[in-house]
C-alpha cells in the first residue's frame, strides 16, 4: 500500500460523523502506516500536495490570508498555491539553491511563507524556520553553527541578518525580502518565473526541514525532521484536529515555530482542506481575531493558552461562530472555566493536545472523545505512536496513577513522526534515546481510564506562554552583565503563563542590589535577548545552591520558588518586569 492510499483512507476517516467507528478506523489506518515500510523516495510537494490535491481539487480554496489591520486579503486556490511555490522553487534553482542546501525563512504569517515552505520541500531543501524575534546574537550562532544558503525574510528582519552576517564575515547564495533592501532581491523578481516546475528526487531520509529549540544546557538544539516525518507524521494531528477535506482550518500561531508547520501547513494541506493566516502586526488585538474566526467561517480553530485566556475576557455573545465545529489547545492545561464558557458560546468543547518540535501530536484529546473529555487531562496517546511512561532508571511504569517521565517506546515500532537526530550532538542523543525509549523530558501520569495528567519538565527547560526557553542561554546573557558574577535561571509558577522566567543573580562584590541595577539588567537583556526569553523576575541573591562538583541545583531554586509563590512571598530584593514602566519604551526599540 502506498502513502496516498493512506493520505486517502485519512480523509475519509476524519469525514466520519460516527465516533466509534471513527475511532476504531483511525487505528486500523495508523497500524497499516505503524507496519507498513516507507518508500525509499518521497516529495509531499508533489506527490501529495500536487499529485492528489492539485490533480483533484485545483479550484478549490487552499489559502485564505487576511491582513486584520487593513482588512487586504490573498486568496490561493491549490492550483494557485502550487504555481506561486513553483515559481519560488524556479528562482531559487535560478540562484544556485539547491537540494541539500539550507533554506533560513524569517518573515511573518504572509502567503510568501507558505510558497516558500511548499517549495523548499519540492525541491528537497533544509528549511530553517526562523522567528522575527530573533536577536542578532542569537542569528550570529544559528549561522555559524548552520551556515544559510539562501535566506528570506521580511525588511526588519533583513537589518539583523545584515549585520549578523557582517559580524561572522558569513554570506548567502541568495537573499530574498519582502519589500525592498539593499543587497537582498526582492520577492516580487519571483513573479517572473515559470509556473511548473520539476521535484527534487528526495528520499524518506532526506532532512528537509531543521528547528533550533532550547535545551537544558548549550545552546539550542538543531532538531532535524525528513521527507517523511513532518509531512507524512502530521496525519496524527490532522486525526486529533479532525480535519475535513474542504475544512476552513485556522491556527494562531507564528512561523518560525514547529507548531506553525504542524497546523497552518500540513495538517490542513495534507487533507484537503483551506489553511488561513491573520496578519495582525505587533498588536494582537481579540476582538478583530475573533471577528475574523467568525466572518470566515472558520470551522477548527487552535490556539495557545494564553490566548484562550485573553479571548475570555471578551463579550463572546457578540460573535456568531456558527460554522465552528472543532477549538484546540496546546501546550498547558487550560482551567475548566474557560473550556465552559468557550463551550456556553460556541457548543464546541475545547480540546488539548500535546507534541514537541522534536515529533507531532502524540497525546491529546480527539474528537471521538467529546463528551468525553476530563477537565485537566491532555488526553489519550495518538495511534501513530507508542507512548508510555517511564522510571528514573529507565524501567516502564505500568501503574495507574503513578509520575514517570513521557517516552516513546522504540522496540515494536519507531514512530513515524519522530525526528531524525539532533544535529551535531552525539551526547544528546544519548541523553534521550535510551533502552528503547525517546525520552521526551516531560513528566505525566495516567488513570486506570486510560486518560494522561500532564506535571511538568522532567529538566530544566522553562515553558512560558507558547515557548521553550532554556535556562542556559539568559544565564549567559545575565552573567554578561558586568555587574553580574553568576546567575541561575528557573521558571517561576504563574497563573497566566505557566510559568514567568526567572533569573537569580549573584553580583560581584562590592556591586549592592538596587531597583536601577535591576532595570540595567532588565535592558541588557532586552538588548541580547528574543523577547519571550526576557526574564520576567529577577532576585538578587548572596549565593546560589550547588552540588558537591559545584553544578548550580536548580531544582532546588524551583521548588522554593513554588513554596514562595503559593505562600505569596516575595525575596528582600526580587523585581518585577512589570513595576518598570521605563522598559515598555525599551522593549518597542528593540
Not at 526582492?186 to 515559470?194: K, P
Not at 489547545?329 to 480540546?351: H, V
Not at 539532533?422 to 481510564?449: I, L
Not at 542590589?513 to 541573591?541: G, M, N, T, W, Y
Request: charged letters at 25%.
Amino acid at each position: 500500500m502506498g502513502l496516498e492510499n493512506i493520505y486517502r483512507e485519512m480523509m475519509a476517516v476524519n469525514a466520519m460523523n460516527d465516533d466509534e467507528k471513527k475511532a476504531a478506523a483511525s487505528q486500523a489506518v495508523f497500524t497499516k502506516l505503524n507496519e507498513m515500510e516507507m518508500p525509499v523516495h518521497f516529495n509531499w510537494a508533489s506527490e501529495i500536495f500536487e499529485g492528489m490535491h492539485v490533480k483533484e481539487r485545483g479550484d478549490q480554496l487552499a489559502l485564505l490570508w487576511v491582513d486584520l489591520n487593513t482588512g487586504v486579503e490573498r486568496r490561493f486556490t491549490y492550483a494557485e498555491l502550487a504555481a506561486e511555490s513553483n515559481r519560488c522553487l524556479n528562482f531559487l534553482r535560478s540562484r544556485g539553491v539547491g537540494q541539500g542546501d539550507s533554506f533560513y525563512m524569517m518573515a511573518p504569517s504572509v502567503p510568501e511563507t507558505w510558497f516558500s515552505n511548499i517549495a523548499n520541500i519540492k525541491g528537497g531543501m533544509v528549511a530553517v524556520p526562523t522567528a522575527d524575534t530573533m536577536t542578532v546574537r542569537e542569528l550570529e550562532y544559528r549561522f555559524e553553527s548552520y551556515p544559510p544558503q539562501a535566506i528570506l525574510a521580511d525588511e526588519k528582519s533583513a537589518v539583523l541578518i545584515d549585520e549578523a552576517l557582517k559580524n561572522i564575515g558569513a554570506s548567502a547564495k541568495v537573499k530574498i525580502v519582502l519589500g525592498k533592501a539593499q543587497g537582498w532581491e526582492s520577492y516580487e523578481v519571483i513573479s517572473r518565473e515559470q509556473p511548473a516546475a520539476e521535484a527534487a528526487n528526495t528520499k524518506s531520509s532526506d532532512i528537509i526541514l531543521c528547528f533550533f529549540t532550547s535545551g537544558t544546557t548549550g545552546l539550542a538544539k538543531r532538531v532535524a525532521h525528513t521527507a517523511a516525518s513532518y509531512p507524512v507524521g502530521h496525519l496524527s494531528t490532522a486525526n486529533m484536529i479532525g480535519v475535513r477535506p474542504g475544512d476552513v482550518h485556522h491556527n494562531l500561531s507564528q512561523p518560525g515555530w514547529a507548531k506553525w508547520a504542524w497546523s497552518c501547513l500540513f495538517s490542513p494541506l495534507n487533507l484537503g482542506a483551506t489553511t488561513t493566516g491573520f496578519y495582525y502586526g505587533s498588536k494582537f488585538d481579540t476582538g478583530k481575531y475573533l471577528g475574523a474566526i467568525a466572518k470566515y467561517k472558520v470551522n477548527l480553530f487552535c490556539a495557545p493558552p494564553t490566548a484562550w485566556r485573553a479571548f475570555m475576557l471578551l463579550d463572546l455573545a457578540q460573535f456568531d461562530f456558527g460554522s465552528l465545529r472543532e477549538s484546540l489547545s496546546a501546550g498547558e492545561p487550560l482551567n475548566p472555566e474557560i473550556i465552559q464558557k468557550w463551550k456556553k458560546f460556541t457548543g464546541t468543547e475545547i480540546r488539548d493536545f500535546y507534541g514537541q518540535t522534536e515529533s507531532t501530536a502524540m497525546i491529546g484529546n480527539p474528537p471521538w472523545l467529546k463528551g468525553k473529555i476530563l477537565p485537566g487531562s491532555f488526553g489519550r496517546p495518538s495511534f501513530l505512536y507508542d507512548v508510555g511512561l517511564a522510571d528514573d532508571e529507565g524501567n516502564e511504569i505500568t501503574k495507574a496513577g503513578e509520575v514517570g517521565h513521557i517516552v516513546v517506546k522504540l522496540n515494536r515500532w519507531r514512530a513515524l513522526g519522530l525526528f531524525d537526530r539532533y544535529v551535531g550532538d552525539e551526547e544528546k542523543m544519548k541523553s534521550v534515546f535510551v533502552n528503547d525509549f525517546y525520552f521526551t523530558g516531560d513528566r505525566a501520569s495516567f488513570d486506570d481510564k486510560g486518560y494522561w495528567w500532564f506535571v511538568g519538565r522532567a529538566d530544566d527547560v522553562i515553558k512560558s506562554s507558547d515557548y521553550r526557553v532554556g535556562p542556559f542561554e539568559v544565564e549567559s546573557a545575565l552573567v554578561e552583565h558586568e555587574a553580574v558574577v553568576e546567575a541561575a535561571v528557573v521558571g517561576s509558577p504563574d497563573p497566566q503563563r505557566w510559568q514567568l522566567v526567572k533569573g537569580f543573580v549573584v553580583l560581584r562584590p562590592g556591586v549592592e542590589p538596587s531597583r536601577e541595577l535591576a532595570l540595567d539588567l532588565f535592558q541588557h537583556c532586552i538588548r541580547v535577548l528574543a523577547k519571550f526569553k526576557i526574564p520576567r523576575i529577577l532576585e538578587f541573591v548572596p549565593e546560589l545552591p550547588k552540588t558537591i562538583s559545584g553544578k548550580i541545583r536548580r531544582v532546588q531554586l524551583r521548588a522554593s520558588e513554588q513554596e514562595n509563590k503559593e505562600k505569596k512571598q516575595k525575596g528582600v530584593q526580587e523585581y518585577f518586569y512589570q513595576d518598570f514602566p521605563e522598559l515598555s519604551s525599551s522593549a518597542k526599540k528593540k
